[in-house]
T-cell receptor
Framework: DTEVTQTPKHLVMGMTNKKSLKCEQH?????MYWYKQKAKKPPELMFV???????INESVPSRFSPECPNSSLLNLHLHALQPEDSALYLC????????????FGNGTRLTVT | RKEVEQDPGPFNVPEGATVAFNCTYS??????FFWYRQDCRKEPKLLMS???SGNEDGRFTAQLNRASQYISLLIRDSKLSDSATYLC????????????FGSGTRLSIRP
């Protein structure tokens, strides 16, 4: 069982839709992350929140919009996505900024049609 | 040059063999180092952190060489259940949690 919970597990959306991915952790971790993973590739860092503030944006297109409402929650808002954005989106959290105890959620498998 | 580089493999070895993976990183200021394991269609899971003095956990040994900027993972007496992709993970900017994955090395253990 993972201690980082992601919903939904699967999502199919059209290019004109707006949807959100959600992530929750109750381990008291202070850093939270979004990664994107394509098939047979490693996870690619998208965003990092540290102490609820956005600390890293890896030049991600603005059609992806992260939000950290509180220390336990992380959202990824999606709008006007492209088919090439189809991937597994992984949320992770870590105890601190050094990345200790980095835990991943099961991921949301996103398909853009 | 990629920030974190690994030999992609695949490695195909018999059960009981010893296998070693290496990983290099480009930023000498990198602070934290980890090995993760990822099974097909699952999320990555922490295998072990890598400490400066080297560390061992059962059949697994991790080493860090800061001078040459590489880390290694040694698996002894490999089991069928060790078949997975092994990912080298480096925090290349500790002040901002920039945690980057290597490309992964695919390991298959055959009976």
């Amino acid at each position: 069982d993972t201690e980082v919970t992601q919903t939904p597990k699967h999502l199919v959306m059209g290019m004109t839709n707006k949807k959100s991915l959600k992530c929750e952790q109750h381990m008291g971790h202070r850093a939270m992350y979004w990664y994107k993973q394509k098939a047979k590739k490693p996870p690619e860092l998208m965003f990092v929140y540290s102490y609820e503030k956005l600390s890293i944006n890896e030049s991600v297109p603005s059609r992806f919009s992260p939000e950290c409402p509180n220390s336990s929650l992380l959202n990824l808002h999606l709008h006007a996505l492209q088919p090439e954005d189809s991937a597994l989106y992984l949320c992770a959290s870590s105890q601190d900024q050094e990345g200790r105890s980095l835990h991943f959620g099961n991921g949301t498998r996103l398909t853009v049609t | 040059r990629k920030e974190v580089e690994q030999d992609p493999g695949p490695f195909n070895v018999p059960e009981g063999a010893t296998v070693a993976f290496n990983c290099t990183y480009s930023n000498s200021a990198s602070q934290s180092f980890f090995w993760y394991r990822q099974d097909c269609r699952k999320e990555p899971k922490l295998l072990m952190s890598v400490y400066s003095s080297g560390n061992e956990d059962g059949r697994f040994t991790a080493q860090l060489n800061r001078a040459s900027q590489y880390i290694s993972l040694l698996i002894r007496d490999s089991k069928l259940s060790d078949s997975a992709t092994y990912l080298c993970v480096v925090n290349i900017r500790a002040s901002a949690s920039k945690i980057i994955f290597g490309s992964g090395t695919r390991l298959s253990i055959r009976p």
